[in-house]
């Protein structure tokens, strides 16, 4: 299977880039292929909604590094979205490649399982997230293969002192 991992954080080597390594460690080892999309640094704009993509074969009217993002997200099996939370929410990196994604909303998307891995320094900060990644699933079908938050992560490189760690780990393997 090929797993695409979209790391949202704006931040290289932080606590989100630590868990998206462990989460691709675990997928690795149980035989799959992972491809891990750092979007710090992507130029991608956000989605004009002139729905030239509809008329186009899901093509973009826009010139960015979302065209590289598409190519990979047509031959994935399985994307996960990896976000630390800024604001009680994803952060804008990773919300403007899901707006994005939009260019596949009428010739449909490769992949039909996603999972979730969020992060935060606060607890109790994940609903709009978590509400707004279930209803996506819902409405397009795709299967949740798990969703993991770990809260607490104050400092860069909290993430590699924490229990909720082998989660991560696990649910990668587990694929």
Same mark, same amino acid.
């Given at each position: 299977?090929?797993?695409?991992?979209?790391?949202?954080?704006?931040?290289?080597?932080?606590?989100?880039?630590?868990?998206?390594?462990?989460?691709?460690?675990?997928?690795?080892?149980?035989?799959?292929?992972?491809?891990?999309?750092?979007?710090?640094?992507?130029?991608?704009?956000?989605?004009?909604?002139?729905?030239?993509?509809?008329?186009? =074969?899901?093509?973009?009217?826009?010139?960015?590094?979302?065209?590289?993002?598409?190519?990979?997200?047509?031959?994935?099996?399985?994307?996960?979205?990896?976000?630390?939370?800024?604001?009680?929410?994803?952060?804008?990196?990773?919300?403007?490649?899901?707006?994005?994604?939009?260019?596949?909303?009428?010739?449909?998307?490769?992949?039909?399982?996603?999972?979730?891995?969020? =992060?935060?320094?606060?607890?109790?900060?994940? =609903?709009?997230?978590?509400?707004?990644?279930?209803?996506?699933?819902?409405?397009?079908?795709?299967?949740?293969?798990?969703?993991?938050?770990?809260? =607490?992560?104050?400092?860069?490189?909290?993430?590699?002192?924490?229990?909720?760690?082998?989660?991560?780990?696990?649910?990668?393997?587990?694929?």
């Amino acid at each position: 299977m090929k797993v695409t991992i979209l790391n949202g954080s704006p931040r290289k080597n932080g606590n989100t880039e630590i868990m998206v390594n462990e989460f691709a460690k675990g997928a690795k080892e149980a035989g799959h292929e992972t491809t891990v999309i750092n979007l710090a640094g992507k130029k991608v704009n956000g989605c004009l909604g002139c729905q030239y993509c509809f008329a186009h =074969d899901g093509v973009c009217v826009q010139k960015d590094d979302m065209a590289e993002i598409l190519k990979v997200l047509d031959e994935t099996d399985l994307v996960v979205f990896a976000s630390p939370i800024y604001w009680f929410d994803i952060t804008g990196q990773l919300k403007c490649v899901i707006d994005r994604m939009y260019a596949r909303g009428k010739i449909g998307f490769h992949f039909n399982k996603t999972a979730l891995l969020l =992060d935060s320094a606060s607890d109790h900060v994940y =609903d709009a997230a978590l509400s707004q990644y279930k209803a996506t699933c819902s409405y397009l079908r795709w299967e949740s293969v798990g969703e993991i938050c770990i809260p =607490d992560m104050e400092e860069k490189g909290s993430m590699r002192t924490v229990p909720a760690l082998q989660k991560v780990y696990e649910l990668g393997k587990s694929l």
